[in-house]
């Protein structure tokens, strides 16, 4: 099958934010990543010799003078030696595992050094969710038209709605192209500046359209590459400092290396009790605001803005990313309800680029789930709670400890 996978930078913005991080903080860690289907699809036989040759095509996706000259300029937070260090980057297939059983029942454990696997969580997501649809037969039944005529549609109701919106959706998309066209059409209708009513007047939007999570197509687009950082840090730090001080030490972390920039922070690795328990006000105020990626959003956006106050910080001087498994009416629920109480913004990822008609989007995910700070210390356990239980991911026993500890 033809190489899915063809751009280094075809991967989202935080992969690479995070990267930077590690080789500050923690150069020599080892880490494990697991592959977690939440469906429990059974793929085709043979699936995972498919996915093994898409990996093995990897090595040679390198980082072009393009995407080095456009990160300069859109990701200036990264110092010029990141840039010559993923120039010598290889992606390595040694450090990925994939086995099928009898059943079709996929696994993958990817294991190496935390600065070089981190590349991979994209890459295999996209390549089974686009080899899945291909295989499904979905791509035989795509109807380019209607489908663009939909995503115009999106953008013509999430702009004239008032939202700041971005794609998020590289990781289970349909199909690489098809990501294209939606990051392209939204861009197209943003750039109209309004809609003529049926009034005949010309409304001016009222939202924004402005970027992708993706770095290849921000840099396509002429767009800016949204992302900042995610969960594996909190995770990784548990093991370092521990469940109530994991949060405040990454955010102290995460500062000192982008003295300030990408100042969004995704606060629910381990439930939001445990974040806002120890959310000095120094942290608070340094950092823009923070992303909500599970539980309630209406009971999370009270508490955040209940903690800020506590903190005497005016709300509405800070950010608030909804990214849960939106699509566009949810978001414009948000939007509403937040009311200017908080500077909102919107991250959806399947709904844009995996709502296709008849086609139903994968539920996959890849996450951090052991980890040793150097090749010569022990390794631990690394689990993901969240504010939803149907998100808590890892080793069951740690994750009912864990939670014994945090109580009600």
Same mark, same amino acid.
């Given at each position: 099958?033809?190489? =899915?996978?063809?751009?280094?930078?075809?991967?989202?913005?935080?992969?690479?934010?995070?990267?930077?991080?590690?080789?500050?903080?923690?150069?020599?860690?080892?880490?494990?990543?697991?592959?977690?289907?939440?469906?429990?699809?059974? &793929?085709?036989?043979?699936?995972?010799?498919?996915?093994?040759?898409?990996?093995?095509?990897?090595?040679?996706?390198?980082?072009? +003078?393009?995407?080095?000259?456009?990160?300069?300029?859109?990701?200036? &937070?990264?110092?010029?030696?990141?840039?010559?260090?993923?120039?010598?980057?290889?992606?390595?297939?040694?450090?990925?595992?994939?086995?099928?059983?009898?059943?079709?029942?996929?696994?993958?454990?990817?294991?190496?050094?935390?600065?070089?696997?981190?590349?991979?969580?994209?890459?295999?997501?996209?390549?089974?969710?686009?080899?899945?649809?291909?295989?499904?037969?979905?791509?035989?039944?795509? @109807?380019?038209?209607?489908?663009?005529?939909?995503?115009?549609?999106?953008?013509?109701?999430?702009?004239?709605?008032?939202?700041? =919106?971005?794609?998020?959706?590289?990781?289970?998309?349909?199909?690489?192209?098809?990501? @294209?066209?939606?990051?392209?059409?939204?861009?197209?209708?943003?750039?109209?500046?309004? &809609?003529?009513? +049926? @009034?005949?007047?010309?409304?001016?939007?009222?939202?924004?359209?402005?970027?992708?999570?993706?770095?290849?197509?921000?840099?396509?687009?002429?767009?800016?590459?949204?992302?900042?950082?995610?969960?594996?840090?909190?995770?990784?730090?548990?093991?370092?400092?521990?469940?109530?001080?994991?949060?405040?030490?990454?955010?102290?972390?995460?500062?000192?290396?982008?003295?300030?920039?990408?100042?969004?922070?995704?606060? +629910?690795?381990?439930?939001?009790?445990?974040?806002?328990?120890?959310?000095?006000?120094?942290?608070?105020?340094?950092?823009?605001?923070?992303?909500?990626?599970?539980?309630?959003?209406?009971?999370?956006?009270?508490?955040?803005?209940?903690?800020?106050?506590?903190?005497? =910080?005016?709300?509405?001087?800070?950010?608030?990313?909804?990214?849960?498994?939106?699509? =566009?009416?949810?978001?414009?629920?948000?939007?509403?309800?937040?009311?200017?109480?908080?500077?909102?913004? &919107?991250?959806?990822?399947?709904?844009?680029?995996?709502?296709?008609?008849?086609?139903?989007?994968?539920?996959?995910?890849?996450?951090?789930?052991?980890?040793?700070?150097?090749?010569?210390?022990?390794?631990? @356990?690394?689990?993901?709670?969240?504010?939803?239980?149907?998100?808590?991911?890892?080793?069951?026993?740690?994750?009912?400890?864990?939670?014994?500890?945090?109580?009600?």
């Amino acid at each position: 099958m033809e190489q =899915i996978v063809r751009y280094f930078t075809d991967n989202d913005a935080y992969t690479f934010s995070c990267m930077y991080y590690i080789l500050q903080k923690y150069p020599r860690a080892e880490v494990e990543y697991t592959f977690f289907d939440r469906n429990h699809t059974c &793929y085709p036989q043979g699936f995972a010799a498919m996915l093994q040759e898409q990996v093995d095509y990897m090595p040679a996706v390198t980082i072009t +003078d393009g995407e080095v000259n456009y990160m300069r300029r859109s990701m200036y &937070y990264l110092p010029e030696w990141f840039f010559t260090f993923l120039r010598g980057f290889r992606f390595n297939p040694a450090e990925v595992n994939i086995g099928q059983d009898e059943q079709g029942h996929l696994s993958i454990l990817i294991r190496g050094k935390w600065y070089s696997t981190i590349v991979w969580e994209m890459v295999l997501l996209q390549c089974i969710s686009q080899l899945m649809h291909t295989l499904n037969g979905d791509t035989d039944n795509y @109807d380019a038209a209607l489908e663009q005529e939909r995503t115009r549609a999106k953008a013509v109701r999430a702009l004239s709605n008032g939202l700041i =919106i971005s794609d998020f959706g590289s990781r289970r998309r349909f199909s690489h192209d098809h990501q @294209d066209m939606v990051v392209r059409v939204f861009k197209e209708v943003f750039s109209q500046g309004g &809609y003529t009513g +049926d @009034d005949g007047v010309f409304h001016k939007w009222t939202g924004a359209f402005p970027g992708t999570s993706n770095v290849y197509f921000a840099m396509k687009h002429h767009l800016t590459p949204i992302g900042t950082m995610s969960h594996q840090l909190i995770e990784f730090e548990e093991n370092v400092s521990g469940l109530f001080e994991c949060n405040f030490n990454v955010m102290r972390k995460f500062s000192d290396v982008y003295d300030g920039d990408n100042g969004i922070f995704l606060y +629910d690795c381990f439930g939001d009790k445990v974040f806002f328990n120890n959310l000095s006000k120094r942290m608070a105020m340094m950092y823009k605001g923070l992303r909500i990626d599970s539980g309630k959003e209406e009971e999370q956006l009270e508490k955040i803005i209940a903690k800020y106050e506590s903190l005497g =910080i005016d709300p509405a001087t800070k950010q608030v990313v909804y990214s849960n498994g939106l699509d =566009i009416d949810r978001a414009i629920e948000l939007h509403n309800y937040t009311a200017g109480r908080m500077q909102d913004s &919107y991250g959806i990822g399947t709904h844009l680029t995996c709502d296709i008609t008849g086609v139903k989007a994968m539920n996959i995910v890849v996450k951090l789930t052991r980890m040793r700070i150097t090749e010569l210390r022990e390794w631990h @356990d690394c689990v993901k709670l969240s504010c939803d239980k149907g998100k808590t991911l890892g080793n069951p026993e740690k994750c009912a400890y864990l939670i014994s500890q945090i109580g009600d």
